[in-house]
């Protein structure tokens, strides 16, 4: 069936736009309905404030919130919240929390906080008479124009750090940047510098047109294209490591020069091969977004940050490094991400204030640290278990309750799998055999029939 625009649907009540979308998209079906009201909250307010949030909200969207204890990081105990969908996600984090608690935990150091945002724009003239003029007379412009703006940021002490002209003509024809360096102290800061970025536009389209100096053509050539905080910020850096003599490393069968060599091995192949090294920063991911998620921040971002981090040295590669020194085994991981702990959804979403609650009210800085060691935890218990027993034994076993729950298994009868999987390698297939022969059914749509 092809569909029809729609007008106005954001004026529609929630009720109405549910409406629309079953008649439109889901051929009436009664049950869709029920399916999205079951996830309102019963606490009008509470719901109030989710749907507000975004646009166009007609539900709740679940996501499991779980904890990883024993993390030792810089001598204290910390028990991570994670928001992640992931079966062995959580499971992972904890292990190698507990691994690394017997071994001096992790250490992590802040080691700088800067952001960048940058004002795009267009100019057909003489550059140096551009240059001088920002650096006489401009840039002091550009900062008195914020005063207003960076007020309370000074007062936390941060506010603007550095403005550049930057020439990238070279690149492309015509083309100019003002490059503002911030400090955002506890907050990510994203409203900020845009904030800042729009008014360094007016300001400089002002002060050029005010300048005598400049032709009008050289006036009427300058062209604002945006301004916009960049969300690279590899200036804003955090690093996590672990470390211990490599005798503490024994793994199973596995001695502890083994087991180091086939580790150290696994992180040089990520290090020069981009398409391992997708799938070992996928992992790293997989403990990042997870507390950046609990805890309320963006984790696109933070994505996108780390993503073109790997790359910053033109080839796709590793975000954790590990080597043997002295008999001492390292795994580090610098992470640039920019995070906040006030602002955004960190003082209005519950969960989000009880997570960083959790974590004792972390700075932007703390919650950096936090982060980057679930990411090192995460591709710890990764790797260890690639190098040694290989991914899939501890992932099918955590795999198993969705498939379970996809067989609508009773609570029992998810006992006697559990149990009955203890000492044997979970396949779908052979979780689906088992169920039939326990149900004494011949297939599964044997059961769905009923
Ligand atoms: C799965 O979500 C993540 C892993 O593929 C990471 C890795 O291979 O390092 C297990």
Excluded at 240 to 259: D, K, M, T, W
Excluded at 275 to 291: E, F, L, P, Q
């Amino acid at each position: 069936m092809k569909h029809q625009p729609v007008e106005g649907f954001s004026k529609l009540s929630k009720e109405g736009k549910i409406e629309w979308l079953v008649n439109e998209y889901l051929n009436g079906d009664e049950k869709a309905i029920q399916t999205l009201k079951q996830y309102w909250n019963d606490d009008a307010d509470l719901q109030k404030l989710h749907d507000e949030f975004s646009e166009n909200t007609i539900s709740n969207f679940y996501m499991p919130f779980g904890l990883a204890p024993n993390f030792l990081i810089n001598d204290e105990l910390y028990t991570i919240p994670m928001a992640v969908e992931e079966s062995s996600v959580v499971a992972a984090a904890s292990k190698a929390a507990k691994f690394w608690l017997d071994r001096g935990g992790f250490k992590t150091t802040v080691i700088s906080t800067t952001k960048l945002g940058h004002v795009h724009f267009m100019y057909e003239g003489d550059v140096e008479k551009l240059r001088n003029a920002f650096e006489a007379t401009i840039k002091a412009k550009l900062i008195e124009e914020t005063n207003d703006i960076t007020k309370n940021m000074r007062a936390r002490n941060g506010g603007i750090l550095n403005l550049e002209l930057i020439d990238k003509t070279a690149d492309l024809e015509n083309y100019f940047q003002i490059k503002g360096s911030f400090e955002t102290v506890d907050s990510m800061g994203a409203n900020f510098i845009n904030s800042c970025l729009e008014q360094f536009a007016k300001t400089l389209k002002n002060e050029i047109d005010a300048d005598a100096t400049f032709s009008t053509e050289e006036k009427d050539s300058l062209q604002i294209v945006m301004c916009i905080l960049s969300n690279f910020t590899p200036d804003c850096i955090v690093r996590a490591e672990v470390s211990c003599p490599v005798e503490q490393l024994a793994e199973g069968n596995v001695s502890a020069e083994e087991f180091v060599e086939k580790f150290s091995r696994a992180v040089r192949i990520a290090e020069i091969e981009p398409y391992r090294a997708t799938t070992h920063n996928k992992g790293i991911m997989n403990g990042i977004d997870s507390v950046v998620i609990a805890t309320g921040n963006d984790f696109r971002a933070v994505e996108a940050c780390a993503h073109s981090y790997a790359a910053k040295d033109g080839q796709y590669s590793s975000l954790t490094h590990c080597e043997v020194k002295d008999g001492i085994f390292r795994f580090w991981i610098d992470l640039p991400t920019a995070l906040g702990t006030i602002g955004g959804l960190t003082s209005l979403h519950p969960i989000v204030k009880l997570a960083l609650g959790i974590l004792g009210k972390p700075s932007a800085g703390e919650l950096m640290g936090i982060v980057a060691v679930a990411g090192l935890a995460q591709n710890f218990a990764a790797l260890r278990s690639l190098v040694t027993t290989g991914i899939q034994k501890g992932h099918m076993k955590m795999h198993l309750m969705n498939i379970l729950n996809q067989l609508e298994a009773t609570e029992d009868e998810k006992k006697y799998f559990v149990n009955f999987f203890k000492d044997k390698t979970v396949t779908h297939h052979f979780v689906i055999e088992e169920f039939c022969k326990l149900r004494g059914v011949k297939s599964v749509e044997e059961i769905k029939k009923d």
